[in-house]
T-cell receptor, first 112, second 113 residues
Framework: DTAVSQTPKYLVTQMGNDKSIKCEQNLGHDTMYWYKQDSKKFLKIMFSYNNKELIINETVPNRFSPKSPDKAHLNLHINSLELGDSAVYFC???????????FGQGTRLTVV | DAKTTQPNSMESNEEEPVHLPCNHS???????IHWYRQLPSQGPEYVIHGLTSNVNNRMASLAIAEDRKSSTLILHRATLRDAAVYYC??????????????FGPGTRLSVLP
């Protein structure tokens, strides 16, 4: 059973489109995260959600919006996609009171 | 944003021990030291963490300097499957959920057969 699953694994789309990446965790964790890994391989935190409340929102364009329908899901919506959005996006989850985070396998987004 | 510094890359021979260093001179008293690794085309995975004392688990050992300004991840016998990017990161005490994992560039470990 996959602990943190993301769909789709690959996403190719044109500039200006709106797309979503889904993330689900079956670990019962109360905190979920989205990370972006660019071509230079730096992992940068984008959002984190704890108990359905956004607790950290880094300097991310407002074209990116996380949506959490329930504690097990944190989806990432991206509007008006730009070339610079091309990257691998990772979802993760953890217990807020514990230290280990579990990551999904990533979604490779390519904007053409 | 990363508060740690690591060598960009290291090499090791298979079945030999590997010592991956990390400097964190600005560490605060409540920061935990975490290590994650990222295998090719996969998401990061947890390796080990510690606060003050050395730690051991089935994957690795973590040696923490007495002043806590540096630490070393020890892989006792490197295998080809250990080739990955290893990240040393700091995170505040667990119940402060406002703190997130901030990853630096990490150390790319190559394991030679």
């Amino acid at each position: 059973d996959t602990a943190v699953s993301q769909t789709p694994k690959y996403l190719v789309t044109q500039m200006g489109n709106d797309k979503s990446i889904k993330c689900e965790q079956n670990l019962g964790h109360d905190t979920m995260y989205w990370y972006k890994q660019d071509s230079k391989k730096f992992l940068k935190i984008m959002f984190s959600y704890n108990n359905k409340e956004l607790i950290i929102n880094e300097t991310v364009p407002n074209r990116f919006s996380p949506k959490s329908p329930d504690k097990a899901h944190l989806n990432l919506h991206i509007n008006s996609l730009e070339l610079g959005d091309s990257a691998v996006y990772f979802c993760a989850s953890s217990f807020s009171r514990e230290t280990e985070a579990f990551f999904g396998q990533g979604t490779r987004l390519t904007v053409v | 944003d990363a508060k740690t510094t690591q060598p960009n890359s290291m090499e090791s021979n298979e079945e030999e021990p590997v010592h991956l260093p990390c400097n964190h001179s600005t560490i605060s008293g409540t920061d935990y030291i975490h290590w994650y690794r990222q295998l090719p085309s996969q998401g990061p995975e947890y390796v080990i963490h510690g606060l003050t004392s050395n730690v051991n688990n089935r994957m690795a050992s973590l040696a923490i300097a007495e002043d806590r300004k540096s630490s070393t991840l020890i892989l006792h016998r490197a295998t080809l499957r250990d080739a990955a990017v290893y990240y040393c990161i700091l995170r505040d005490r667990p119940h402060n959920y406002g703190q997130n994992f901030v990853f630096g560039p990490g150390t790319r470990l190559s394991v030679l057969p």
